[in-house]
């Protein structure tokens, strides 16, 4: 039934495809029988397979069991789900917090909720699918902005006074580009035109800021951004994502959120892990100075070897091939050299934008970020990155 749209994914380089990859220790992982250096994972601080992660889901899952059983407004809200909201709300600095079962769950839930009829949406036109998925699902306008572009916000602000409510939405990191929102103008814009403005921290969360609490913390702004979501399975090394505002937003999305209502809940081993996970976010600022000098490593290898690492301002360091089918081949290349670097194309980014996206972590050693610098001079050697 689907052979045509299939040859013709395949005729353009867009076929996407499973790799099954073994145990790892956050810097290499097993594929086909070789362990390579990873270079495309979100674990940012190595969080995944951390000791206390494992012992507190075990421990969670003796007590609890597994499964939650139901959606959190039926039976299926534990002490776990209240007590990491909790601590998500002290960690963020905000009133409270909402758990959701993932990041793409919080932007399909979060932004139709709070936009509909009558109402207004300024998007970057970087942002995440997520984002652009529930912009979709809302009732409201959107107006889809010049990438980090603040005039432009400011114009399309100015000529949407009519509207009963303004969102203005951004990832707080760049996911395909690792770069960073303007946050300071757009929070100044908001106030200054009475907007809403809400962040997807997804990235940001345990990497930003001083503390670790994202883009807000970064650039002074903790209190000052109403809407705050961020995830779990990136750099806390578990699962699931969360709303962070004041307790009306908190209590209004829990009682207008599809994807909260109509989810059954996390189960209490996730949200044990995240716990212990949180404690080594705000225990252990040693990771997160790792993690950085890896990033300024790579980047400054990347350099000398006369690559361009783009925009990045974060472990997110996009390499630049263009077509898709050169970016997947290159992506196999670097496999042979033993680096696991995935190809990202359309629809992901734009079409002649393809491009292998690599993520350092504070799990790698600096010999693992010279090996991998050396795969990516072979790579350019073949004519393959510039």
């Known amino acids: 039934m689907f052979e045509q749209e299939l040859s013709y994914i395949d005729q353009h380089g867009l076929?996407?495809?499973?790799?099954?990859?073994?145990?790892?220790?956050?810097?290499?992982?097993?594929?086909?029988?070789?362990?390579?250096?990873?270079?495309?994972s979100n674990d940012y601080l190595g969080l995944a397979n951390h000791?206390?992660?494992?012992?507190?889901?075990?421990?969670?899952?003796e007590q609890y069991g597994f499964g939650s059983g139901a959606s959190r407004l039926v039976s299926g809200?534990?002490?776990?789900?209240?007590?990491?909201?909790?601590r998500?709300?002290?960690?963020?600095?905000?009133?409270?917090?909402?758990?959701?079962?993932?990041?793409?769950a919080a932007n399909t839930g979060i932004i139709p909720a709070v936009a509909t009829?009558?109402?207004v949406i300024l998007s970057d036109s970087l942002n995440h699918a997520s984002i652009i998925d529930g912009c979709r699902l809302s009732k409201a306008q959107v107006s889809v902005y010049r990438h980090?572009?603040?005039?432009?916000?400011e114009d399309i602000l100015k000529k949407t006074a009519h509207a009963r409510r303004r969102l203005i939405v951004t990832d707080g990191v760049f996911s395909m580009d690792g770069d960073i929102a303007p946050l300071p103008e757009l929070v100044s814009l908001a106030e200054r035109y009475d907007a809403m403005l809400m962040v997807d921290d997804a990235h940001a969360a345990g990497v930003l800021g001083a503390g670790g609490k994202g883009t807000a913390e970064h650039f002074g702004l903790t209190g000052r951004v109403p809407i705050q979501m961020g995830t779990l399975g990136k750099a806390f090394g578990s699962?699931?994502?969360y709303v962070a505002g004041d307790k009306h937003l908190i209590e209004f999305l829990l009682n207008s959120a599809r994807s909260f209502i109509f989810s059954t809940a996390l189960p209490p081993a996730i949200c044990a892990a995240s716990l212990a996970a949180l404690d080594i976010v705000e225990q252990e600022p040693e990771r997160r100075n790792k993690l950085w000098l890896n990033r300024d490593r790579f980047v400054q290898g990347l350099k000398a070897l006369g690559i361009d690492p783009g925009e990045s301002e974060t472990p997110i360091i996009p390499i630049m091939i263009g077509s898709s089918e050169k970016a997947t081949q290159a992506s196999l290349l670097l496999l042979e050299s033993g680096v696991?670097?995935?190809?990202?194309?359309?629809?992901?980014?734009?079409?002649?934008?393809?491009?292998?996206r690599t993520t350092v972590t504070a799990a790698h050693s600096f010999a693992d970020i010279d090996a991998a610098l050396a795969a990516f001079g072979a790579l350019k050697q073949k004519g393959y990155a510039g």
């Open 51 to 61: 000791p206390a992660l494992r012992k507190a889901a075990c421990a969670a899952m």
């Open 340 to 356: 696991f670097a995935s190809a990202i194309r359309p629809p992901t980014v734009a079409e002649g934008t393809a491009r292998i």
């Open 239 to 241: 699962f699931g994502a």
């Open 88 to 104: 998500l709300a002290k960690f963020k600095g905000t009133e409270a917090v909402l758990l959701f079962n993932s990041g793409y």
């Open 15 to 40: 076929r996407r495809r499973l790799v099954v990859a073994g145990p790892d220790d956050g810097a290499h992982v097993m594929i086909n029988d070789q362990r390579v250096i990873l270079m495309c």
């Open 117 to 119: 009829t009558d109402d």
């Open 148 to 153: 980090r572009d603040v005039n432009h916000v």
């Open 77 to 86: 809200t534990g002490a776990l789900h209240c007590e990491l909201e909790e």
